[in-house]
């Protein structure tokens, strides 16, 4: 749950080429090869790397969320869209 602040002004296709980026600096893989509409732990993300995921979310965003967010969002579109609803 989306607990404080709010998304600043980008687009959804903003925050999911940022999402898409950081993820795969994490995975250690290629941002081209990851497609936002298959679920994360299809390409290896595990606990703790949802959670480093989320606190850099925390960061750029200027929210708190909750710990299971890349769980219950789990793949980059699903997260965008629910990070940032208007679009």
Known sequence: MLVSGSAPASSQDDLRRWLTARVADYLECPAEGIDP???????????????????????????????????DHPSIDALARYLHPTD
């Open 37 to 71: 509409l298959v679920p994360l732990g299809e390409y290896g993300l595990d606990s703790v790397v949802a959670l480093a995921v989320a606190g850099e979310i925390e960061d750029h965003l200027n929210v708190t969320l909750d710990s299971t967010v890349l769980w």
